[in-house]
């Protein structure tokens, strides 16, 4: 997965990138405490038409993750993720959210961080954000 698509062509090297400026600008804030995470994020579009039928997504993630592998061709190693999500929020209005996510037991707090993302009508990113926690 690239970008959200499936491209099985990436030993050719990576699909051409867009040189333009993105039609939205992200803000995100953050404020933890041992057991939630409170997140306010604020959006602004260049482009009037580019809100029309946007969303916002809050994802709540997680880095330095380690699973075991018991079968298959990963058998007896350990797999290393980051930027696991825990949680999922929206769709929210394109310009503004608010979410307060609870944080559960086993969650590492040093690695947690919040990933803003606004997605047009047919689902393709027109801006994200990604932001780590300060715990």
Request: with cysteine.
């Amino acid at each position: 997965m690239l970008d959200g698509k499936d491209y099985r062509a990436w030993q050719r090297g990576l699909p051409p990138h867009s040189t333009a400026p993105a039609s939205v600008r992200l803000a995100l804030t953050l404020t933890q405490t041992a057991n939630r995470m409170d997140v306010q994020a604020d959006s602004r579009f260049d482009d009037p038409a580019a809100r029309h039928d946007a969303q916002l997504y809050l994802a709540l993630t997680e880095n330095r993750l380690n699973s075991e592998a018991s079968a298959g061709e990963n058998a007896r190693r350990v797999l290393h993720h980051d930027h696991v999500v825990r949680q999922l929020a929206g769709p929210f209005d394109p310009h503004h959210a608010r979410q307060r996510f609870r944080l559960q037991l086993g969650w590492k707090a040093a690695d947690l961080g919040v990933t803003a993302f606004v997605l047009d009508a047919r689902g393709a990113t027109l801006q994200a954000l990604a932001l780590p926690a300060c715990p």
